[in-house]
């Protein structure tokens, strides 16, 4: 029978999670995530990790199984996140993978460049100077060491800048001679859901969504983690302006952040990485798209792939 490796994909609050168990229940079948933060430990809330609950009705995996310090690239995934689902369609025709990290998706549908992995001294060295030059520096540099990357890349994303720079001192070559993007084959279908929402209504979800993680404890947890603010684990939203908040940092009217300021700006931050994510999937001409509530047509979809 057809090996069938389901990805359910979409805007961050759109309601991928609930789907996927909905999915791998009814396929008595493993939810392997997609998403770059829920795999790191001590931050479930601000990531919006699966419940325990849930995790009790199917298995999870890549959730909560990092150190906060632990580098992860999407190359190690791609090479880890394979080899567990052809281990697990030892025993299971479907699969369900669901996240919005779109270049984790990427990575397990069309493979990724073999790019060298950076030694520690190499990324050390880098991170150091972020921490204390900030990120202008390190963008100005990389302008300079490959030029055609520096035209792409988000210039305000400092783990693509940073990585970029590593690659160029640890090869003495460009970050852009490695990014061939040649399709990799894979043993198995694969089938993309797209869930999409109204605009309002998914912001709406997003607001609530927040206002839930600050209810049930988001405030408490950033605090626990704030001594290890400067790791890129913790480079995202929810984290980045509760930190903003307990610095005491200014606005640009010049007052200090409040709490309701730095909630403002996650709910806003949330509905901005929702737009970027949209903007990366429909360029994918292979994703079919359904409300969420369309359960039953998602369903005979996936009859119809795996016949």
Same mark, same amino acid.
């Given at each position: 029978? *057809?090996? /069938?490796?389901?990805?359910? /994909?979409?805007?961050? &609050?759109?309601? $991928? !999670? ?17 998403? !770059? ?28 199984? %990092?150190? %906060? ?6 190359? =190690? ?8 689902? *052809? ?13 919005? !990290?779109?270049? #984790? ?21 880098? /991170?150091?100077?972020?921490?204390? =030059?900030? %990120? ?41 001679? #490695? ?15 797209? %869930? ?11 607001? *609530?969504?927040?206002?839930?993680? @600050?209810?049930?404890?988001? @405030?408490?947890?950033? =605090?626990?983690?704030?001594? #290890?603010?400067?790791?890129? !684990? ?19 009217? &010049? ?11 996650? $709910? ?16 994918? *001409? ?22």
């Amino acid at each position: 029978m *057809n090996k /069938l490796l389901v990805v359910i /994909l979409g805007p961050t &609050g759109c309601g $991928k !999670s609930d789907i996927a168990v909905k999915l791998a229940g009814k396929y008595s079948t493993h939810i392997i995530s997609a998403d !770059s933060r829920q795999m790191y430990r001590d931050i479930p809330i601000g990531t919006a990790a699966p419940s325990e609950y849930d995790q009790s009705l199917v298995p999870h995996h890549f959730v909560g199984n %990092l150190e %906060l310090d632990r580098y992860y690239s999407a190359a =190690q995934y791609e090479s880890e996140a394979i080899e567990l689902i *052809n281990n697990l369609f030892q025993s299971n025709n479907i699969l369900i993978m669901c996240g919005g !990290s779109m270049m #984790y998706i990427d990575a397990v549908c069309n493979g990724i460049d073999d790019i060298p992995t950076v030694l520690p001294e190499v990324r050390d060295e880098l /991170l150091t100077r972020y921490n204390s =030059q900030g %990120l202008e520096p390190l963008a100005a540099e990389l302008r300079l060491l490959d030029p055609e990357y520096w035209k792409i890349v988000d210039r305000k994303n400092p783990k693509r800048i940073i990585h970029a720079l590593e690659i160029c001192y640890q090869t003495g070559k460009t970050f852009t001679s #490695y990014r061939t993007r040649a399709k990799k084959e894979r043993p198995f279908s694969i089938l993309k859901i797209g %869930l999409t929402r109204p605009r309002e209504e998914l912001y709406g979800r997003i607001n *609530n969504r927040v206002d839930v993680m @600050i209810k049930n404890g988001l @405030i408490e947890e950033a =605090q626990k983690v704030y001594p #290890y603010k400067n790791l890129n !684990s913790l480079n995202t939203v929810g984290y980045k302006e509760l930190f903003s908040y307990f610095d005491k940092e200014k606005t640009p009217s &010049g007052d200090t952040w409040s709490l309701d300021f730095a909630v403002e700006k996650i $709910k806003q931050n949330s509905r901005i990485y929702s737009r970027k994510q949209m903007t990366w999937f429909k360029r994918d *001409n292979s994703i079919h798209w359904y409300h969420p509530d369309q359960i039953t047509e998602i369903e005979q979809l996936i009859e119809e792939w795996n016949k």
